[in-house]
């Protein structure tokens, strides 16, 4: 493929795959005003260099939670990657690794935890959970993604229900084909639905921090009080694939950076 900027890799997916497949990676939640506006606020990103300071060695890595990466650049969870790549997460799995990032595992992922953790080895996966009504499974998603080699856990806060994404919708895309499946709920030869858990609390937060050592980041943060509350179990990262707003360029969001609170410590990967 000619090309390596994010721009020349889109389009080389949006040639390569399944318009339908193309969408559900593309799209977001609604009319995508917050996808839009995630773009946007990274445009105006830049950087403010100092020189004649010596640049001989440079250095962009970091460690998050105890997980080193060469880049404060992390590959979010997604689901099924079989519907890109016959390898599906094993393929996304070597790739972070030979970026030197981490990749955090979806839940939904159509490659079993186990064997995308096994596909690079060496590697520290983050593994994306969501909490089940059923705590008992849970504890054993919880068990298995500790058994893989998963560093921490990315704990999706943000979906009491699935988000409405109109460019699915217009495909009529609503599950995968019936050769893949969501490997990580198979029991057996039954696979289990994800249930999405409207009455989801911060009691059931505390109830996994029982279960587990790990380190826990809650994805879907958007208010500043939960943000305080969140800084007790890791940290906050924020999407747009479930909900539309509020945008990156908030002012509340911003309240949530260390000095805008008396206990605004949480860290925040990227």
């Given at each position: 493929m000619k090309g390596r900027s994010l721009r020349d890799?889109?389009?080389?997916?949006?040639?390569?795959?399944?318009?339908?497949?193309?969408?559900?990676?593309?799209?977001?939640?609604?009319?995508?005003?917050?996808?839009r506006a995630n773009e946007a606020a990274f445009g105006r990103l830049s950087l403010l260099p100092k020189v004649l300071r010596g640049a001989g060695k440079l250095e962009t890595g970091v460690t998050l939670l105890g997980s080193r990466a060469a880049v404060p650049v992390l590959v979010a969870p997604t689901a099924f990657h079989r519907l890109a790549d016959p390898e599906g997460e094993r393929a996304t799995a070597r790739a972070a690794a030979a970026a030197e990032t981490i990749m955090i595992v979806s839940m939904a992922a159509a490659v079993a935890v186990e064997d995308v953790a096994a596909a690079a080895p060496g590697a520290e996966p983050w593994f994306q959970l969501y909490i089940q009504p059923d705590l008992a499974f849970t504890e054993t998603l919880v068990r298995r993604a500790e058994a893989a080699g998963c560093t921490a856990l990315v704990v999706t806060v943000d979906s009491p229900a699935l988000g409405l994404r109109e460019r699915e919708l217009r495909h009529g895309f609503h599950d995968l084909p019936g050769h893949l499946r969501c490997e990580n709920l198979r029991v057996g030869d039954r696979v289990r639905p994800i249930v999405m858990w409207p009455e989801l609390s911060w009691e059931h937060l505390g109830r996994?921090?029982?279960?587990?050592?790990?380190?826990?980041?809650?994805?879907?943060?958007?208010?500043?009080?939960?943000?305080?509350?969140?800084?007790?179990?890791?940290?906050?990262?924020r999407g747009g694939g479930a909900h539309e707003r509020p945008r990156p360029d908030d002012p509340h969001l911003h309240q949530h950076r260390p000095g805008a609170g008396h206990d605004h410590a949480a860290r925040e990967p990227a």
């Amino acid at each position: 493929m000619k090309g390596r900027s994010l721009r020349d890799i889109e389009a080389a997916a949006r040639e390569r795959l399944e318009p339908a497949h193309y969408d559900y990676f593309a799209g977001g939640a609604g009319d995508e005003v917050t996808v839009r506006a995630n773009e946007a606020a990274f445009g105006r990103l830049s950087l403010l260099p100092k020189v004649l300071r010596g640049a001989g060695k440079l250095e962009t890595g970091v460690t998050l939670l105890g997980s080193r990466a060469a880049v404060p650049v992390l590959v979010a969870p997604t689901a099924f990657h079989r519907l890109a790549d016959p390898e599906g997460e094993r393929a996304t799995a070597r790739a972070a690794a030979a970026a030197e990032t981490i990749m955090i595992v979806s839940m939904a992922a159509a490659v079993a935890v186990e064997d995308v953790a096994a596909a690079a080895p060496g590697a520290e996966p983050w593994f994306q959970l969501y909490i089940q009504p059923d705590l008992a499974f849970t504890e054993t998603l919880v068990r298995r993604a500790e058994a893989a080699g998963c560093t921490a856990l990315v704990v999706t806060v943000d979906s009491p229900a699935l988000g409405l994404r109109e460019r699915e919708l217009r495909h009529g895309f609503h599950d995968l084909p019936g050769h893949l499946r969501c490997e990580n709920l198979r029991v057996g030869d039954r696979v289990r639905p994800i249930v999405m858990w409207p009455e989801l609390s911060w009691e059931h937060l505390g109830r996994l921090r029982e279960m587990t050592s790990l380190p826990i980041v809650l994805k879907g943060v958007t208010h500043p009080a939960d943000a305080r509350l969140a800084v007790r179990l890791a940290g906050v990262v924020r999407g747009g694939g479930a909900h539309e707003r509020p945008r990156p360029d908030d002012p509340h969001l911003h309240q949530h950076r260390p000095g805008a609170g008396h206990d605004h410590a949480a860290r925040e990967p990227a």
